[in-house]
Each structure stands twice: as structure tokens, then as C-alpha cells.
């Protein structure tokens, strides 16, 4: 159970229920989750977090199912229950199909893997990464 | 430093030497990272590392490219040094431009903040999300 | 559900009774919480906890308010739902708002997402971080 | 070493001149770090984080050393080397002497044990916790 | 609940049954656990999985009881939920006593504390660790 | 560099001192890590430190040695350098072998591998699982 109460939409204030309706316009629903609604408690958090992502997950270099990935990768690395079950979700609704699915979670616990191997090992950086990020080169 | 001695090519017993040469056949390159000459000191765990990510990696419903990224995006949240840097040069050697990872860094910056804003609240997981999942539905 | 049974009080040999007795003194209430009582299958841990507790927890250079708040964006990071929930109900015993705890996981949040974005690139520290540092000043 | 370029003021585009020159403008200093010259490379980025930031470390009903404090409470759970030492320069800077940094680390330290010994017995919420947060009551 | 379907032993197909056969054979039992039964929704992660556990959790310098438990500190580090509770159960049917689980939780604390003390305040790695690593001395 | 300065034995107050002494006669060695000389700064938390590390670390039903493999997994999990360094090295001292170490790396790899694959699935603790530990039965 949250630790605040959720705000719904009829009991919400202007800035809250401005908020709620640019949430459902850009993302062509008509319905709140309960992370927004328990945000509103604080309404310029809402607002902050609002704007951050919806400038953050459009379309750009990257594709939007693309951005969806790294989200649920992020999020399944730290085991956040909530944003696991929402991000799957948001992901199927981007496009992942179930074998998509399959091969980020391989993907994903095998980072998870060697990186504890290689930070177990104290190992060096080799110096060939190091002259590559200092010219910013595309390639190695 | 590590806390176990590398081992390098002239120094491998026959399966390390073919780890080795199966790494460089596999990505066409002519030399051993640190990260390998440092696990090859256990040399079962070599093998099976590097037949796990010879099998995740490979092109699949998730191109090369994607599976990359998302190496990346975890070992950036697990804030791991080495996997940081050979990634980052991986990403870059498989298509990332720098556009792509200022999105890419964006996007996991934000993971990380929403998962501790939604576990903070100990906000409850929607039903639409349970139903969804319940069916495998690719939708929601 | 506990992987260990938890110990009431009218169960409890004569050590864990004194502790029992001592925290329900110490904070001025009449029960005991599920974590002691956990934490009671091994008297020794239970001892030090609490014992360590009571003397990190006490009024200091900080006050007992702002440890609580420390206690709850550390809970909050990790997402332990646990101390999540009992560290709210403490920090609000403690004197904290509604309008504090936004602010608290507004601070928690961003700090989660900037850690990643430096960890991410790499920066470097700079040097006049290290000077401050070697003579203990208290200004920058 | 970054795994990007950072940007010098003198090199900087119109975007990311304005930040930094607000940057130095709000905190009174007359010095960009590398943090800022790092992220510069993706302006979006810095300008979102830098008004983010703004937005939440300025003085509320929580004051600007309790929220440096908190940063810096999180950055060491994270153990991201080059946050905790520009948030330690920084909460120095804000009024943390010698005595609150060694208050601060310990209940820090107890925070990040206790939040493993009970999610690791996986220790039931207690319903008080739970009635509590129902109803958003500020006392336990 | 899971965000894919279970594959019980009836549905599945014939590489998913082999991997469950062997799954009971090797550990002498006649059930299946939810996690396998989830993870067969994707077969090469489900094979792949269990050949590595087969390999990495037999006997060796290491023997059953003390890898089991290394597997549980792991677990309750991470704090995964289905972790704690599958891998309690098979430290205990590995030989785990009461006694051992209190000393080992009491570890496992101390060490998630004092990780948080020694990375906090940025201690420089004293010189004799890197003299005994270099070499691979077994003594310090 | 540590972000406070470390005291030097001939610099320490008795209290001080008188945990250095302990120290060095406990672990039968004559010098002090920097660890310690760093905690010193704040001699509440170095003496609550090492009269835990004391009591948590004795053999008991967990031998010295299971005991440093442990804090070394633990300390690999959370990727702690210094930690890192120095309890590979007291684990050497402890027994533990080359072979030792791999196998241990290997298992928290693995686990650390197996819990997000877990978590990431949301896969449902097992009744069986829960049954055993209502009773604390030591067997499944």
C-alpha cells in the first residue's frame, strides 16, 4: 500500500489535472496509473517527472521501443517490481514480442553477471578503451 | 590491479588457447582484453562465459546493435567501471553513435530515478498491468 | 513470510526479553515490531543491532529528525519495503510532513539518476574536490 | 577518463553557454565541473538535469544542508566515487562539519545493514505501518 | 505474478522436457519450481541456465553447503524475494543449521555496512593488498 | 584520496588507540589498514566497528574462513574496490586457494545472474517454499 494517499482525477487540483490530461493526450489513453496518481501528492514532482519523460522517451536517435528496453533492462537490473510489471507492459504495447522479451532477459542477466566478474577481479581497463573515448572514435 | 595474474596468449594451456582463439575468430579481431586473460585464470568459468555470451549476443528477434545498448544501459546502472568502458567501445564498434548515447544515458538516468520514486511510495501494481501479463497479451 | 519464526514476547528467554524491554523504554511504546522479533532467533544479532542502533540513532551533530530522514533515502534507494514502510511512519513521528517526505524523494530521485549519468561517462573527479578533501576544509 | 569529450565555456554552443553561466550565477562560483562539462556533450540532458537540480535543492520545508545531506546519503549507498566527493565538498560547503559527516556515514552504514537483515528474513510489514500510511497520519 | 506464462512439465515441448527431467534426476526430486517453469517460455535461456547451475554448484574446492550459502548472502545482498526463499530452503537441505543462518545474516550485514563506511569516505587501497595480488600470494 | 584525513597510531587519543591495539593483537599483525585509520576520524563508529566485526567474524557454527568467503561475495556483489581488495587477500590468509576463488566468483556471477532473471520475470514464490519456513523445518 502506498505511504501517501493517491490523488484521482476528480479530486485533483489545476496543476495536477493538467498534468493528468497531457498524460492521457500524448500517450492516447483515458485512464491514470497509480504512479502518477500517488506522485500528485507533490505536485511539482509530478510535473518535473512528467515533462522529464516525455522529452526523454520520444522518438530520436533511438526508436521508442528501443527507449522502452533500456527502461525495463533498468529497471529489472534493479528489481523494481512496480516499474517491471508497467515497463513490460509499456514494451508489448511498443512491439516487443515474447521472443524480444526472452533475449533482453538473457541479455540482462548475463550483464549483471560479468559485471560483478570483472569488478570481482579488480580488472584494468585495458588502455585501447581508454584511447578510443578520448577521441570520442566511433569505432575500436 | 587484479587479484589474480593474466594470462596471456603464449602462456595458455590448450583450453584457454582455444577460448582465445574462438574470441578472436568470433569478432575478427587480433587480440585478448584484459577482462578474458584475467578470467582464463579459472578455466571453466572461461569457457562457459564466453559460450553464454556467444549465444546471447548473437542476432536475433534483437539485433546486435540493441543487445549492445542494453549491455551498456545495466552496466551503466550498476555503475561498473570496466564494463562501462568496454561497452561503450562494443555500442560504438556495433553502430552507436554519440546522439545515440546521450538518448541512451538520458533514458537510463531516468530509469533509475522512477524506480526509486514508485518503490519509495510503495505504489501498488495496477490490475490492467496483472490482467495483461496473465495472457502474455503483447498489448495493452 | 519470515524464513524464520518470530519470537513474541512472553516466549523469549531472559536475553532477548532485555532487549525487548529496553526498546519498548527507549522509544516509549508498548510493542514490538516484526524486525525484532525476527531478529530474535539469533539473540547475539538482535543485542547488536539494537545497541548500535541506539547509539547512531541518538541526538547528536544531527538531529534525530534528520537521521530519520538519512534512514529512509538510504531504505528508499535500495527499495527495501520494509524499512520503507517503517522508516515513513518513523520520520513522520519524528516531526516530518507530508510537504518533507515530496521534497525527501524529489532529492532521492535525482541523486539516484546523477549518480548513474557521471558513473556513466566516466567523469573524472575534479582536482579541487581532492584538495578540499586532504586538509579536512570545511568550505569549497 | 570520460568516455566523451567535455566541453570547455569557451567551446560551448549558445544552449549550454546559457547553463553554465546560470550554473555560476546560482551557486555564486565562477568554475564549471567536470560533471557539467561531461554532460554538455548531450545539451538536452544538461539543461533538464541543471533545472532539475535547481528545482529540487532549493530551500523548502526541507533546508539546503538536510537536502545536500540526503544527496550525499544516496551517493554513498550508491558508492559512486565522483558523486560522494563532490557531495561531500558541497554539503562542507553547506554548513557539514567534521562530527555530522561521521554521524551521517554511520547511520548510513546501519541503514544499508538492516535494510539486508530484514528484507533477507523477509519479515512481514507489520498492519500498524500499514494503517498509518492509509490515511497519511504524520504520527505512529 | 509472473509476467509470462508457466510451462508445466504436460505442456512442455521436448527441449523444455529434457531440461526438467534432468532438473529432477540431478536433484533427486519429482517437482518442478516456478522459476524454471517460468524461464522455459524461452528454451535456450532455460538450458543454458540450468547447465551452468549443474556445472558451477557441484562439488569442488568449494563443497555444497558453503556454495549454497554464498548463493543465499548474494540473494539477501540483492534482496530478491523468490531468491531469499528458494535458496534458504536449499541451504537448509544442503545442511544449514538455525545457527549457521543467524551467523551468516549477521555477516552479510556487516559486510553491506562497512562497504558503505570504506567507499563512503574513499579509503585508498593500502599498498600491501596490491603487493599480495600481484603475485598471487595465498598469504598476507 | 579519502575525504577525511586517516589518524597515524602515534597520532591517535586513547580510545583510539586503544582499538588499534585490539585490533593487532586480535588479528596477531602489526599495522593498521587505512580501513581504520579512516574510521578514526569519528572513534564512536571505529569502536562500535570493530567490536562488531569482532563478534560477527569469530568461528562459530560458520568456520573463519566460510565466514571471509562470505564478506568477499558479498563485497564482489556490491562491486566495493577496497572491500574487495583486502578481503580477497584476508580470505587468502583464511585458506582460501586459486581454485577456491574461482569456484566463489563463479557462484556470485551466477546468482547475481539468476536473481534478475527472477525478479524480471516476477516469477511467484513457490507454496512449498513458504510451508518449510513457517516451521523452520530444516529440511525441503
Not at 62 to 68: F, G, H, R, S, Y
Not at 102 to 112: F, I, P, Q, R, T
Not at 125 to 135: C, Y
Amino acid at each position: 500500500m502506498a505511504t501517501v494517499k493517491m490523488i484521482e482525477y476528480d479530486q485533483a487540483g489545476p496543476e495536477v489535472k493538467a498534468v493528468y490530461d497531457d498524460i492521457m493526450a500524448t500517450r492516447k489513453i483515458d485512464w491514470i496509473n497509480n504512479f502518477w496518481k500517488v506522485l500528485a501528492h507533490h505536485p511539482p514532482t509530478l510535473t518535473r517527472t512528467w515533462e522529464s519523460l516525455k522529452e526523454v522517451m520520444q522518438p530520436g536517435a533511438l526508436d521508442p521501443l528501443t527507449k522502452e528496453l533500456i527502461y525495463l533492462a533498468v529497471s529489472v537490473t534493479n528489481q523494481c517490481n512496480y516499474c517491471i510489471a508497467s515497463h513490460t507492459a509499456a514494451s508489448r504495447k511498443a512491439g516487443m514480442s515474447d521472443e524480444m522479451l526472452g533475449e533482453l532477459m538473457a541479455v540482462v542477466g548475463m550483464a549483471n553477471e560479468t559485471n560483478r566478474l570483472v569488478s570481482g577481479y579488480q580488472v584494468e581497463i585495458d588502455e585501447r578503451f581508454k584511447v578510443s573515448r578520448a577521441a570520442n572514435s566511433p569505432r575500436l
